[in-house]
């Protein structure tokens, strides 16, 4: 079992930067594949990044958005850079067992945190 807490989230002007980080509870941290998740409001969840063997970032996020790991502290970052506020959303961190090239389903999620981006 592993459990997944957000922190981070906030209230910012468009331009700004906050770093997301999500704490992963378990001796096998660095086994997942971790992922970051999003939800506006009145849409659904979509993809922001992942990072396993390889790293990717949805469009929209790419050159703006970072994820890093560090398995030591089975501590996850977004590092979000010039915000948007289409950014807007509730931050998930989400975990699945191995490295796969695809993947369906997350196996864990964390609660969220909220990120506004006013204009």
């Known amino acids: 079992q592993v459990q997944l807490v957000e922190s981070g989230g906030g209230l910012v002007q468009a331009g700004a930067s906050l770093r997301l980080s999500c704490a992963a509870s378990?001796?096998?941290?660095?086994?997942?594949?971790m992922a970051w998740f999003r939800q506006a409001p009145g849409k659904d969840r979509e993809f922001v990044s992942r990072?396993?063997?390889?790293?990717y970032y949805a469009e929209s996020v790419k050159d703006r958005f970072t994820i890093s790991r560090d398995n030591a502290k089975n501590m996850v970052y977004l590092q979000m850079n010039s915000l948007k506020p289409e950014d807007t959303a509730v931050y998930y961190c989400?975990?699945?067992?191995?490295?796969?090239?695809?993947?369906?389903?997350?196996?864990?999620w964390g609660q969220g945190t909220q990120v506004t981006v006013s204009s």
């Open positions: 378990g001796r096998t941290f660095s086994s997942y594949t």
């Open positions: 990072t396993g063997l390889h790293t």
């Open positions: 989400a975990a699945a067992r191995g490295f796969r090239p695809v993947i369906i389903n997350f196996d864990y």
